[in-house]
């Protein structure tokens, strides 16, 4: 029986990549069309903004490698979310031909001014989603709970979902704040959080490593969201094992989950 379905956000429910990609690119092109053309996957925004250190595209891109890179320095414990938002303006103000402030507060500025509501302005909710929540919902017998679980910042990912309607939906969203551990150390903590255990719980993401092996070496059944794109380079999906459970839209998830049960 599977009691609980977990749902990784970023590049699952909404596509935060590109997002990102064009929060920059409308941050740094000026041009009008600028954000949309450097949120595509192939080479775009080869314009270089004057006073910069490269085009629109590599500084998209160079935004992007850092937001893994401090992200990955606050899932560890090793900086608090908003500082890891000063030490990604700190390396790419000077990109920009912009100065660096020593004031802690001027680089929340920024990050508050400039770059969160160009993020904001820029999410997308894949169009897949909606519909499986609600095929999930209307599952015959004993449906599934469901919750989200994501490593990201709790104010901020919950208002994506709140923007797209779709908090309604989860008993729960679980981040690293509520858990004590990021994913993939959150797992045996986010099945105690919901009353349940591994062997009935269910992870569903986008990204192999992170969502699904690491779900199943948890003891959870990993089921992997294969968009077409890897979600931390841009490029092709990564091969899986032919034993990985595996859909390439949310809409197939409410009848492989009714095939778990039967």
Known sequence: ????????????????????FAAIGGIVGGATGAAEAVGSAGPAGSARPAGSAGSVAELAAEWWALEARHMWEYLAGECSFAEQHRRRARAFLPLLGEPVSEDPA???????????????????????????????????????????????????????????????HFEAVLTPTELGAAKPAAYAAACRRMGTVPERAVNVGDMLPTDVTAAAAAGLTG??????????????????????LRIERLTELPDLLAQMVS
């Open 223 to 244: 089921v992997w969201l294969d968009r077409g794109v890897d979600f931390v380079t841009g490029g092709p999906s990564p091969v899986a094992e032919p034993s990985v």
């Open 1 to 20: 029986m599977v009691d609980v379905v977990f749902f990784d956000l970023d590049g699952t429910l909404v596509d935060h990549r590109r997002a990102a």
């Open 106 to 168: 001027a680089l929340d500025r920024w990050i508050a001014e400039r770059y969160l509501p160009a993020l904001q302005e820029s999410w997308q909710c894949y169009a897949d989603v909606l519909p499986c929540l609600e095929a999930l919902g209307r599952m015959p017998g004993r449906r599934p709970r469901l919750a989200v679980l994501t490593n990201g910042d709790p104010g901020q990912q919950r208002a994506k979902l709140d923007r797209f309607g779709l908090a309604g």
